[in-house]
């Protein structure tokens, strides 16, 4: 999760960790989507993460479109995301 879009935005900086008392401080910046997206864009995807997150279940949004990300992840590798917890 990026405070603005990356690819139009080269200022544009990670958000590696949002919590309940941040989601509120989450940048106007993420919105809803641009286009059709069942989803909500990525500002509905972290409102249904945060209810994942009351219900005990750790969040961690990433890019796979790398694919190695989701490998590094799994093998506890550092690597570009944002985790959503309590």
Known sequence: VYTDDPKRNPKARLIPSI???SFR???PSIK??????VTRGMYGKLKESM???QEG???VILNLNKPQNLLK???GERVPCT????
């Open 25 to 27: 401080d989450i940048p």
């Open 32 to 37: 809803g989507s641009k286009g059709v997206d």
């Open 73 to 75: 992840l799994t093998r």
């Open 51 to 53: 209810r994942l997150v």
């Open 83 to 86: 985790r959503i917890t309590k």
């Open 57 to 59: 279940v750790e969040v």
């Open 19 to 21: 919590t309940f008392e």
